[in-house]
């Protein structure tokens, strides 16, 4: 019976150090979760194209921390060219501009990115994706020098030019698509003209020739249905708060867009329009006018009262 009992106790002893020994495993296995983990989102961070879709969505979620920005937005510019919405817009454009807000990026990599967005909008873009996110990522570095200024005063020129060369050129006017996502050419390139618009530093002539290019972008011969009205206004509306902008001449530069819209709309012209070209026209305007009008009268500033006023002017030619 001794004998018995000394081999059951010598069997539970080794029966219970076997446990101990699968639970140190498993104690183990689960101690260096995190630190894959933590390794799977450096990785992520400083190369996220190398993530998979939830590891990207995940990064989002931690508003695109990273300990290296200048290599992490490069990336994400790169991204910013893809046909694939979630890549181009959700991740590449939406972290870009989170790392930029934190004022992580070295003026280096600033200007680079001036660079490369500045060739992508004439480069050939089959998808018509690329050249409106090119235009958005240049309105948020310009919001960097905004915030904290680094160009001189010629690559800043040279910006406003660049913003102000692609919006008068633009001939794709598609919004939303539900597989393709945004493309958004005038509006994203009016959020360009509205972050330079907010630069104390954007001088009467960079103003004048700002909200000139805005007003031809105004009434296209197909009716604006993403809010493209809106954020022309917009950025109208910010050109006319600046200081620099106060000598503006609205009235005239308002003349000068209807006196557009009229020739185009006219019969046997040699821009003769049909109908639903005259109808899309006469939407885009008044849509764009009225946001004028009702922003500048309930915002009470009477800096807005010259552009308000030139707005309902044409208004009442309707």
Do not use: C
Request: net charge negative.
């Amino acid at each position: 019976r001794e004998g018995k009992m000394r081999i059951s106790r010598q069997f539970a002893h080794r029966h219970a150090a076997g446990w101990r020994a699968a639970l140190a495993l498993v104690l183990a296995t689960i101690l260096t979760m995190p630190s894959i983990a933590a390794a799977q989102s450096a990785n992520i961070s400083s190369n996220p194209i190398a993530g998979d879709r939830a590891d990207l969505a995940a990064w989002k979620a931690q508003d695109f921390l990273t300990d290296t920005p200048d290599r992490t937005v490069l990336v994400l510019a790169s991204m910013m060219t893809s046909a694939d919405p979630f890549l181009r817009d959700e991740i590449g454009f939406t972290g870009l501009s989170a790392i930029l807000r934190r004022g992580d990026v070295s003026e280096p990599v600033l200007l680079e990115l001036i660079d490369l967005f500045t060739d992508r909008l004439s480069a050939p873009d089959p998808d018509g994706v690329v050249r409106p996110f090119a235009v958005l990522g240049l309105s948020e570095v310009a919001r960097v020098d905004r915030v904290t200024p680094f160009l001189d005063d010629a690559k800043f020129d040279s910006l406003a030019t660049t913003g102000t060369t692609f919006l008068a050129g633009v001939e794709d006017y598609r919004g939303y698509d539900p597989a393709v996502g945004w493309r958004h050419n005038v509006p994203h390139a009016a959020d360009l003209m509205l972050q330079l618009a907010l630069n104390p530093r954007t001088s009467t002539a960079q103003l004048d020739r700002m909200a000139s290019v805005l007003t031809t972008q105004v009434a296209p011969a197909e009716p604006y249905i993403h809010g493209e009205p809106q954020r022309l206004a917009r950025a109208l509306l910010f050109i006319a708060r600046h200081e620099n902008g106060a000598s503006i001449d609205w009235s005239a530069l308002f003349t000068k867009m209807m006196a557009d819209y009229t020739m185009r709309t006219g019969d046997g012209g040699p821009q003769g329009a049909t109908m639903l070209e005259r109808l899309a026209l006469e939407h885009n305007l008044r849509v764009f006018l009225l946001e004028i009008y009702a922003s500048a009268v309930s915002s009470k500033d009477d800096r807005l009262e010259p552009l308000g006023t030139a707005a309902l002017e044409q208004l009442a030619k309707f």
